[in-house]
């Protein structure tokens, strides 16, 4: 069936039966891949997205379940040429990434932290990040990128 | 050497696609009319196939394609080539592949691969290596006479795949001492799977009477060579591309689900994707495999060992796969180290009806290293030795000789061992006693760079850019697409940006073993250096012409060609390549590198070897401090503490990121990654429900020290970085959580309930190894007292 979607900020209407996992609309109709899928069950984090400004996992949303509210991916956070966000920088400047996977997701569930809370403790961003796997980095430059975003007093520069 | 490209913290090119979520991996690869894939996989652990029918299959909506065993005659495997694509006659561990279907959808694949009707007669399976290697056990592969040697020299016999062997001294002797205590440790360890995040996945393509398999792997001219083996077909037939990969660790290291693609694509002529889904990936990942060890030791009061004698059983699954190889290295994981007066060690792979293991970041390192390390406590605690006091007396030294006679070279673990100390004092201080159990623990561990063939060409393009072509991949470590150009930015004098890098197409680059075993800065960096340097000579030829001065006169350096003690005559790199384009054509340089096979076993001592001596070794010294929950038993590491060997430090900042992702993913290997097999021989994980690799709240920041100046004679002095992080690190674990329970720590994972078992008055009891022989000369295969009187003289 047809269902429209508002997806960073666009109307896309697109044909899926309802129960398909948002994931893969995102991924194979859409082509919006920078939304990973690496588990499924909504264990590993790597699909989050926004929905309506809160992170949602989009392999356990049905398409259907998404039909009226804002869709935002990773893509949206530096659209087209437009310059990295604050927290991409800070992830790119702490030499954080390696092979990359999980930062689609980790950094909307970050975008959606940091949307509610500007100032959030360390303990709030490791709270935010508990459902997000990272098998390479081992977490302690995604956190304290994080952190240099979210608390400007303690950004030493 | 130019100061901007080495040792410098450059940052990584791939790093802002990635945050944009633009990085096309394999797992996003989609061409138009292409068709997806599903196995359909045994669903027992061992039995004869008696009949399969894909009839019905065939006419279920969308199939396009149905292939099996007859398409794929041939087997694969290292030193033996035991693995057919799909199971041939017989089943040989639960979830082998017996059928692949590609259909318009996945669910369609999925459903008509279920609509497959297959028969099987059940045999008992051998679920462990006990089984295995009971007593007139049926044997997992009984036509294992007749397969294809490819490398000779290993000891097999039934359901032991190979028998790797190592005697040195008279340790039959050394045992017999009078002034010597004997400790004698046991210690299981378990699997651990890579976890990825982006699973096995290729999309192939038939053209042109070719296969084009574009894919997530580690190794795209294995992938290439064992497709063709494993399809009846010609290497040639097979192009292997590969773009960026979604992590490796090791389960991308051998060929798997591109055959099957290959197959369907031919088939089917639209291109199809195979993509394993995170169960598949649980089931039938080349997990770390999980292993047995027996090591026994005859010390004297002082602290000498003057001999050491051990057992390793390696699980290597249905299939014996990278296991073969990897009973080498046991030598110098297990036996390496220490200095030893005398020492005899037997390393066996064990064919069992469960899924293949496989290499998994620094192997069977970790499990060797953690058998070792608590062994060594034992034997500390045995002869009321400081910890600390016997592996600073002990540890490989300059001219010591290691396991198999090889001749070490400089002091190198002794003098990180006293970095350790100074690391430590200046590292914060440890939180307030809280009730919990403290312990800690200072380990060592050693580990190799993979030396092997490796091939480079180097572009120098007339706009001053270098464009490098390997079959290097990048799987995330940044070596590919960060060290590999920095070293060859460094032989032409431009900067590393302005080094292109060629994704892996074994089209246009030549051989190379792979991205893994710690080799890729080693041995792609020393043929991106050869290959520079190739192309930098011929750069300064034209340049000499051109500044009328000669080529040794001339200094390349900051992106120019200048004279030596006149700077003002000089050149852009970019217009002398111009010029050499227009005048004797472009410039390019190639360049090759392989073992130099530098390093020698002492003959007689090493069996079944595929390496009996290490090239480039490689040394840690790890320590933790842990808190120990007496009522949950928790394990919090509260510190953690590496210094490393690393020859030079090519991108220091890059090395500290693979030293805190390894650590962490030696925390979850120490911890609470655990894999069982239930009575069905099916893994009992199926995802990360009840896998469970580390999350944000299990981790904490390690403090790392880079040794720099072992010997090395890959480029500039370099080593591998990103497997030995993780060697040490369940050694560190169970060393310290020893020391805080008081308790014999036998087996790892140290997951709560096992630690609170522990606690418990040991409710696990002793590890039983009653399946081996209890005296060494019994879990040997050969003329063993031939060797050992052999061995009594070196």
Request: with cysteine.
């Amino acid at each position: 069936m047809t269902i429209e979607l508002t997806v960073n900020g666009e109307t896309r209407t697109v044909t899926a039966a309802p129960l398909t996992p948002l994931a893969e609309v995102l991924r194979e109709e859409l082509y919006l891949t920078g939304t990973k899928q690496a588990c499924g069950e909504g264990f590993c984090g790597s699909c989050t997205v926004l929905l309506d400004d809160a992170a949602a996992p989009s392999c356990l949303t049905p398409v259907g379940m998404a039909a009226g509210k804002a869709v935002r991916t990773i893509e949206s956070l530096a659209p087209g040429m437009s310059e990295l966000s604050p927290l991409q920088q800070a992830m790119k400047d702490a030499d954080a990434v390696q092979c990359g996977m999980c930062f689609p997701g980790i950094l909307m569930g970050l975008t959606a932290l940091l949307a509610r809370q500007p100032e959030p403790t360390e303990d709030d961003v490791r709270t935010a990040l508990s459902g997000h796997l990272c098998r390479c980095t081992g977490y302690a430059r995604i956190v304290d990128a994080a952190l240099s975003v979210c608390v400007p007093a303690e950004r030493g520069v | 050497m130019s100061p901007t490209a080495i040792r410098a913290d450059l940052p990584r090119r791939d790093a802002e696609d990635k945050l944009r979520g633009r990085t096309r991996y394999a797992v996003d690869s989609s061409r138009p009319g292409m068709l997806h894939a599903a196995l359909r996989r045994a669903d027992v652990a061992a039995g004869r196939i008696v009949r399969i029918d894909t009839t019905q299959a065939q006419a279920m909506p969308g199939v396009r394609a149905i292939v099996g065993a007859e398409e794929a005659p041939g087997r694969y495997g290292v030193g033996i080539a035991d693995h057919p694509l799909f199971a041939t006659g017989e089943i040989r561990y639960h979830g082998e592949p017996l059928v692949a279907v590609a259909a318009e959808t996945l669910e369609q694949a999925r459903a008509a691969a279920a609509a497959v009707v297959v028969e099987v007669e059940p045999y008992d399976a051998h679920l462990s290596m006990a089984d295995a290697l009971a007593a007139e056990a049926r044997e997992v592969h009984p036509g294992w006479r007749d397969y294809e040697v490819l490398h000779e020299g290993g000891q097999r016999e039934g359901n032991i795949a190979w028998e790797a062997s190592v005697v040195r001294g008279d340790t039959d002797a050394a045992f017999a001492r009078d002034d010597v205590v004997i400790v004698t440790s046991e210690f299981t360890a378990g699997r651990q799977n890579q976890a990825a995040l982006e699973p096995r996945v290729c999309v192939a393509s038939y053209e042109d009477g070719r296969f084009v398999l574009e894919t997530s792997t580690q190794v795209p001219w294995s992938v290439r060579n064992n497709t063709a083996t494993l399809l009846g077909i010609s290497p040639s037939a097979v192009r292997v591309v590969v773009p960026a990969v979604g992590g490796g660790f090791g389960g991308k290291f051998e060929v798997s689900c591109e055959p099957f693609a290959a197959l369907l694509a031919r088939a089917s002529g639209r291109p199809v994707r195979v993509a394993y889904s995170r169960e598949e990936e649980m089931l039938t990942s080349v997990a770390r495999e999980n292993a047995e060890i027996r090591i026994r030791s005859a010390v004297t009061r002082d602290g000498e060992i003057v001999a050491r004698e051990a057992v390793v059983l390696l699980d290597c699954g249905a299939y014996g796969g990278e296991q073969i190889f990897l009973t080498s290295m046991t030598a110098h994981t297990l036996c390496g180290n220490y200095q030893l007066g005398s020492v005899r060690l037997v390393s066996r792979a064990v064919y069992t009806n469960t899924a293949p293991t496989g290499p998994m970041r620094a192997c069977n390192g970790p499990s060797a290293t953690f058998a070792l390390e608590r062994h060594t406590d034992e034997i500390c605690a045995a002869i009321g030795m400081d910890r600390f006091a016997f592996r600073r007396r002990n540890v490989l030294g300059d001219g010591d000789l290691g396991s198999t006679g090889q001749v070490f070279q400089g002091d190198v673990l002794g003098p990180m061992l006293d970095r350790m100390v100074a690391l430590r004092e200046a590292g914060p201080e440890l939180p307030p006693a809280d009730g919990r159990l403290r312990g800690t623990s200072t380990v060592v561990g050693m580990w190799a760079v993979g030396v092997g063939p490796s091939a480079a060409t180097v572009n120098v393009n007339a706009d001053g850019s270098v464009t490098l072509i390997t079959s290097g991949v990048e799987i995330g470590s940044g070596s590919t697409i960060q060290a590999i150009p920095q070293i060859v930015a460094d032989t032409l004098g431009v900067r590393a940006e302005d080094v292109v890098v060629k994704a892996a197409d074994t089209d246009a680059a030549g051989y190379d073993v792979g991205v893994g075993g710690g080799r890729t800065t080693v041995s792609l960096g020393a043929a991106g250096t050869a290959a520079g340097l190739d192309a930098r000579r011929k750069l300064l030829d034209v340049a000499a012409d051109m500044l009328e001065a000669a080529p040794e006169d001339l200094l390349l350096a900051d992106g120019h060609v200048s004279v030596v003690g006149d700077p003002d005559q000089r050149l852009t790199v970019a217009a002398v390549a111009a010029h050499a384009q227009d005048r004797v054509g472009p410039i390019s340089g190639s360049g090759s590198f392989a073992s130099r096979r530098e390093a020698t076993a002492i003959p007689g001592c090493a069996a079944g070897h595929m390496v009996d001596a290490l090239d480039i070794p490689i040394f840690a010294v790890h320590e933790c401090d842990v808190a120990v929950d007496p009522e949950t038993g928790h394990v919090e590491v509260l510190a953690y503490r590496v210094v490393q060997d690393v020859g030079i430090a090519i991108n220091p900042r890059a090395i500290a990121g693979q030293i805190q992702g390894g650590v962490v993913q030696g925390l979850g290997y120490a911890l609470h990654e655990e894999i069982t097999i239930g009575e069905d021989g099916q893994i009992r994980q199926r995802g990360f429900e009840s896998y469970r690799p580390p999350l944000v709240k299990d981790v904490v920041t390690v403090h790392s020290d880079l040794y720099e100046g072992a010997p090395s004679y890959g480029p500039l002095g370099a080593k591998g970085t990103g497997e030995i992080p993780i060697l040490p690190v369940p050694a560190a674990i169970a060393c310290a959580v020893a020391d805080a329970t008081g308790q014999q720590v036998q087996r790892i994972p140290l997951t709560p309930p096992r630690v609170l078992g522990l606690l418990l008055d040991d409710i696990e009891g002793p590890v039983d190894l009653t399946h081996l022989a209890s005296d060494w000369r019994g879990n040997v295969l050969g003329d063993v007292e031939a060797r050992l009187a052999a061995a009594a003289s070196y």
